[in-house]
Nanobody
Framework: QVQLVESGGGLVQAGGSLRLSCAGS????????MAWFRRAPGKEREFVATIAWRGGNTLYADSVKGRFTISRDNAKDTIYLQMNNLKPEDTAVYYC?????????????????WGQGTQVTVSS
């Protein structure tokens, strides 16, 4: 059974940094893109960033561009989200997902496997 496990969330002050990780159970991301989404309290799920299978192509939401960096280690079946200069509006549960294709965009319907999420809380 495919499993994605996120880690690295926590409580941080505004301006601080966190690094999220998402590990697949076994070749979960082989030949497929992976991405991060988030859901803030009372809001819809929101795209954050995606990275192609070979890592060359990335896409970011405008709200995180220049502050967040997505990367992946295919040998470890793991993706990362380095989050810098965090803002209170970044507070959310962050989810990783495996795409249906080598490169997928920002549409959540283009992703088939989802993790359970990790909480990120940014205090002002």
């Amino acid at each position: 059974q495919v499993q994605l496990v996120e880690s690295g969330g926590g409580l941080v002050q505004a301006g601080g940094s966190l690094r999220l990780s998402c590990a697949g159970s076994r070749r979960t991301s082989s030949n497929n893109s992976m991405a991060w989404f988030r859901r803030a309290p009372g809001k819809e799920r929101e795209f954050v960033a995606t990275i192609a299978w070979r890592g060359g192509n990335t896409l970011y939401a405008d709200s995180v561009k220049g502050r967040f960096t997505i990367s992946r280690d295919n040998a470890k079946d793991t993706i990362y989200l380095q989050m810098n200069n965090l803002k209170p509006e970044d507070t959310a549960v962050y989810y990783c997902a495996v795409g249906l294709r080598p490169y997928s965009g920002s549409d959540p319907t283009d992703y088939r496997y989802w993790g359970q999420g990790t909480q990120v809380t940014v205090s002002s």
